[in-house]
């Protein structure tokens, strides 16, 4: 029976050397969530799991998190706030291991980015908090609207972050697989 071989810390950084340019102004994700998704997809793998199963995981655990937001019960949001750093740490795990196993496929893709539905409603989710829960805001009542402001922007936050995104996916598309330069982006844009 043949034992089988784990890729190293380094090979798991290494597979990832292609996103750090990509990732060079994401703070949070640069310092914080690559580092420790690093770490864990080293023992995730030696654990047997999937990219897979741990996105499934991911949006269980971001699923869970965006209920204890919305909920009434304020001990609950620091509880959500820590599965949402959850959420974001399972995130860049999954990736991970499809990267370093050499196992990325399209059902990956899908269920990636399926589960990336809770980055998609985030802001949403911090109008519905601070309608519920207007004590912890600094501002209880702008310009007079009181709560329902706060879902207002919410809504509105997570429509423009919604867009752009878009907006990102159809740039990457037309730089990435059409084979297009920076300087015929005008010209495709206008096509559209």
Known sequence: MAIPTYPTLQDIQDAHAWKREYERYLLL?????????????????????TSEA??????LVGLVGCLCLISSQGQLLPIGIGLLFFFNLLDCVDGSIA????????????????MGWIDMGFWALIGIMAYRHPRLLYLCDPMGYGPIFWLAVG?????????????????????????????????QIQGI
Do not use: H, Q
């Open 54 to 59: 741990v996105s499934w995981l991911s949006g």
């Open 29 to 49: 994700s640069r310092f914080v969530f690559r580092p420790l998704g690093f770490l864990l997809t080293w023992f995730v793998i030696r654990l047997g799991l």
């Open 155 to 187: 809504g509105l936050t997570c429509y423009f972050y919604n867009l752009l995104g878009y907006i990102e996916r159809l740039l990457i598309n037309m730089l990435g697989m059409g084979g297009i330069t920076l300087e015929e982006i005008p010209s």
């Open 99 to 114: 990267r370093t196993m050499k196992t990325e496929n399209s059902y990956g893709r899908f269920l990636d980015a399926i």
